[in-house]
């Protein structure tokens, strides 16, 4: 007789076959991936990709997914063609979607951003970088730790671009393969924009993974938090500011009331007034 905690990944494992297209039969151990390389995946490994996350949550959901869909991808592929396709990928600490400590490769000093290895052209969309839960791929009997050298230098390069693309600018833009979050992992881009100004540190609202602002003088001070929230959890980046240093890169303390701090600012009195910061 099968457990409640059984059946509840039944459920959920039939929740992302149909939500998100991931072939799969369910088993009485777990389940198996269909395709020409038939992969069984136990119950066991499915809670363990979980890492906490409510059985009934959107969070276990894409878990889930990006435990099966490495399983199916690492199973598909041979280790030259992973190694290929391998790309460093940047998360938030605290990101929901980050796949623990044993995908971590580099944790860039002030604890905010964590770096590992996602794979691009490995799904229906050739631009999409997936990052694959360090389990998925012990499981498949891949260590991709040896093509960290050659991944650390992509990320360099992108980061010499990225800032010789912004200029005078203060948006932030994905590079390459790389989004803002992975990019602000390089030192070269933080050593770029640290030597733009005096002080040798730059502050930056990155809520999502692929945008980010320098210029906080020109921003709400509630934006960041607004636009976190309003992104989801797969795209966040930050709910916070961030300080960079060629070296670092830090949250801003939690604390302060920066929606109330707006709902402070006075209000223009016509509407036919040209467009200014608080309306």
């Known amino acids: 007789m099968q457990s409640p905690d059984s059946l509840a990944l039944r459920r959920l494992a039939l929740a992302v076959s149909v939500l998100d297209d991931v072939d799969l039969v369910p088993l009485d151990e777990g389940v198996q991936l269909t395709g020409d390389n038939p992969v069984e995946v136990s119950w066991t490994e499915l809670r363990r990709a979980l890492s906490g996350a409510d059985l009934e949550s959107e969070l276990a959901r894409l878990r889930v997914r990006a435990y099966l869909t490495g399983r199916r991808i690492a199973a598909d592929r041979s280790i030259d063609e992973l190694r290929e396709r391998a790309r460093p990928v940047g998360l938030p600490v605290d990101h929901p979607m980050h796949p623990g400590l044993g995908w971590v490769v580099h944790r860039v000093l002030g604890k905010a951003i964590d770096l590992g290895f996602g794979f691009v052209d490995v799904t229906d969309d050739p631009d999409e970088v997936v990052v694959i839960p360090s389990g998925a791929l012990d499981a498949a009997g891949v260590d991709p730790l040896p093509w960290w050298p050659v991944a650390r230098d992509y990320l360099e390069r992108m ?105 402070r600012d006075k209000g223009v009195a016509s509407p036919r007034l040209r467009p200014v910061l608080y309306r």
């Open 159 to 263: 980061g010499t671009v990225a800032a010789e693309r912004l200029g005078p600018g203060t948006t932030l833009r994905p590079i390459g393969d790389c989004d803002v979050v992975s990019l602000l992992g390089s030192r070269s881009l933080r050593s770029a924009l640290c030597r733009q100004d005096p002080t040798g540190m730059r502050a930056a609202a990155v809520p999502m993974r692929r945008r980010g602002w320098l210029d906080l003088s020109r921003i709400d001070p509630a934006f960041t938090i607004a636009a976190a929230a309003a992104t989801t959890e797969a795209d966040r980046g930050f709910s916070r500011p961030l300080l960079l240093t060629a070296d670092e890169v830090t949250l801003a303390p939690r604390g302060g009331k920066p929606a109330e701090i707006v709902l």
